[in-house]
């Protein structure tokens, strides 16, 4: 899947990623959230900044993931607006350039869109292998009615498998925006 995300050109990777951004921009999940959470792309991921415009236009407040300096298998969530300095994390990834006193508590997100390598339709996600968001989201496989932030993917729709191994840690998405629309996850 990364080879092949990969091997997309940047016409294809910018088409693809507005075509999602189009398909997504009248969702509830993203019409209702005011805070929410993206990514930089890296290695061929599809890119949320044409979701990200949106959301500034519409007056959402835009959050990017940072590594934490505490809880080095965590992530942080930091606020970002175009123009704000990035500074490279130690996987090479862009991330904000505030303090510790900046970033949201993670509760207060109402969206985060993630970035993955594979996913299936009931919700399950293969990512980079580093566990960071499985590990930063565990509060929301311990609760029952209120679901809040909504986690949701964001890929290609090549990234779709039939079916993806489950491990107990794994925290699972509401759902996958790609080029061709939105995926709902049926558990």
């Known amino acids: 899947m990364r080879t092949r995300r990969r091997g997309l050109t940047d016409a294809q990777r910018t088409r693809l990623s507005e075509y999602a951004a189009a398909?997504?921009?009248?969702?509830?999940?993203?019409?209702?959230?005011?805070?929410?959470?993206?990514?930089?792309?890296n290695d061929g991921e599809l890119d949320p900044m044409p979701l990200m415009a949106l959301a500034w236009a519409?007056?959402?407040?835009?959050?990017?993931?940072?590594?934490?300096?505490?809880?080095?298998?965590h992530l942080l969530f930091a606020p970002y607006a175009p123009g704000d300095?990035?500074?490279?994390?130690?996987?090479?990834?862009?991330?904000?350039?505030?303090?510790?006193?900046?970033?949201?508590?993670?509760?207060?997100?109402?969206?985060?869109l993630t970035p993955l390598v594979a996913f299936d339709g009931q919700g399950n996600r293969l990512g980079m292998g580093g566990?960071?968001?499985?590990?930063?989201?565990?509060?929301?496989r311990r609760r029952r009615h209120?679901?809040?932030?909504?986690?949701?993917?964001?890929?290609?729709?090549?990234?779709r498998v039939d079916c993806l191994q489950h491990k107990p840690w794994d925290v699972p998405l509401q759902g996958v925006v790609t080029e061709k629309g939105f995926v709902v996850a049926r558990r």
């Open 23 to 41: 398909c997504f921009r009248r969702h509830r999940l993203f019409h209702h959230a005011r805070r929410v959470a993206a990514y930089l792309p």
């Open 58 to 73: 519409m007056g959402k407040q835009v959050y990017l993931p940072v590594l934490s300096h505490l809880r080095s298998d």
């Open 85 to 112: 300095a990035l500074r490279e994390n130690r996987f090479g990834i862009p991330e904000p350039v505030v303090s510790l006193r900046h970033m949201i508590d993670l509760k207060a997100l109402d969206l985060v």
């Open 131 to 140: 566990g960071f968001y499985d590990r930063s989201f565990a509060f929301l």
């Open 146 to 159: 209120w679901f809040k932030p909504h986690l949701v993917g964001m890929a290609y729709d090549f990234q």
